[in-house]
Structure formats: C-alpha cells, structure tokens
C-alpha cells in the first residue's frame, strides 16, 4: 500500500518537474517562466519530500523531509519576485503579446521609485482642505496631476 | 519499485538536459537565473530519489543544504543585476 502511494507520489512529482521545464522552455518572457518553474518544480519537490517520509517512516527523517518542504515553500516566492524584480530593473523585454504593463506609467527607471498616482486624491477623499504649500513634492506634481486625471 | 525509480530518475534527467539548453541559449541574463535556480531544484528532488533508491536517509541533510545555497545564489546574483543598472543582452 505505501509501495503504491510512494510511486503515485514520485511519478505525479517528476512529471510536475519535467512539465515546469517544458514552460521554461516554451514560454515566451522571463515573468512567465518564472510564473512556470516557481510553482510547479515546487509541487514537484514536496511529492518527492512526502515520498521520502513515508519510506523512511522515521521521526527524524520526516523532519527533516518536512523541514526541505517549507523551506522551499518559504524561499520559491521570494527568490522569484527578487529575480523578477531585478529583470525589470535590468529592463528585460516582455512578450510581445503583452496587453497590459500597470508598472510602466508609475514607475521612474532612473531613481527606481514609484508613484501610486494617487497622492493628491486621497486628501479630497479624507476631507481634508488641501493646501498647495503642504503637497510634498514640487517638481513631480505635474505628473501626478496628469496620472490623477487619467485615472479618474 | 525500481522501475519506478528508474522512470522516476530518467524523467528527472531528461528536465534537467532541457533545463540547461534554456541556460545555454536564454536570451538574457535573469533567464539564465531562472534556469540555475531550476536546476538547483531539480537536484534536490533527484537527490530525494536518490536517498529512496538507496536507503541512506543522511541524503536528506544535502537537500537542505542545496536548497539554502540555491537560494543564496539566486539572491545574491539578484543584488548583483540590480546593482548593474539597465542592461542590453
């Protein structure tokens, strides 16, 4: 009986690893092969892990099995947006499919900051009196003036 | 069993042949990231097989190491491409 869940497991898990390299290989944009390996080679990774917990069936070694499973449950999403963060920064060319780039409009390439376009609005909104003296910045506040629009 | 073990390990060798043609041809440099950071994780599944196959559970503590050092490296060469500035490969 754990003969057959261990092999259910292990196949199921091999076949998400080799599936999670198939995207990388097929996949058109640095976001959405990191979109395949991150989650996928993961599932693969903890079947493996749960493989090998129930054929040792020792405390110590399903610790440990469980200990590789949430580290790696832990460190995937991190490393995946620093890598994605750093291939924006690096200015890394997306799919020509791409419908929608949110970050473009916000985002100063130069001093990597962004603007949520939103910083004059939410003082209407808490009805507060805006004072032009108090606004922070004075050399952005045309694009912020202009984003406000576009977006309202 | 050890069929599938054998299956098990030949599709794992195969995602790693195929890993490292995207880390030899990837068109930039982050893709070359991702590729090493799959195939780190592809040897930490290959080593869990490894210590089923053979029976020796002290393979566990290599997986957790590899999994640390691949994260350090995938963090690490991550500083290093936001430190470069925009870059055109």
């Known amino acids: 009986m754990i003969d057959v869940l261990k092999s259910i497991l292990m196949l199921t898990g091999a076949s998400f690893m080799l599936l999670a390299v198939v995207g990388l290989l097929r996949l058109p944009d640095l976001l959405t092969r990191l979109h395949a390996t991150t989650k996928a080679a993961t ?3 903890a079947m493996v892990m749960v493989a090998v917990a129930l054929h040792f069936a020792q405390v110590a070694v399903v610790a440990r099995a469980f200990g590789v499973i949430l580290f790696l449950l832990m460190t995937a999403p991190v490393a995946a947006h620093v890598i994605g963060r750093a291939g924006y920064f690096v200015g890394s060319r997306l799919w020509n499919g791409t419908i929608k780039d949110e970050l ?5 390439p130069i001093t990597h900051e962004l603007r949520s376009g939103l910083e004059g609005d939410e003082l209407v909104e808490g009805g507060m009196v805006i004072d032009p003296a108090q ?5 952005s506040s045309d694009d ?9 | ?9 030949v599709m794992m060798a195969v995602s790693l042949c195929l890993a490292f043609i995207r880390l030899v041809m990837g068109p930039s440099l982050p893709d070359r990231v991702v590729a090493l950071e799959l195939l780190s994780t592809l040897i ?4 869990g097989v490894i210590a089923i196959a053979t029976d020796v559970a002290s393979f566990l ?16 060469f991550a500083r290093f ?3 470069g500035g925009p870059r055109d490969d």
């Open chain 2, 44 to 47: 930490v599944g290959i080593i």
């Open chain 1, 43 to 45: 599932l693969g990774v």
């Open chain 2, 81 to 83: 491409l936001e430190r």
């Open chain 1, 144 to 152: 912020e003036e202009t984003s406000s629009q576009q977006s309202g």
């Open chain 1, 135 to 139: 606004t922070q910045t004075t050399d």
């Open chain 2, 1 to 9: 069993m050890d069929i599938v073990i054998t299956i098990t390990l």
């Open chain 1, 104 to 108: 473009r409009p916000h985002y100063d």
């Open chain 2, 61 to 76: 503590d290599v997986t957790i190491v590899m999994a640390l050092m691949a994260f350090l490296a995938t963090i690490g």
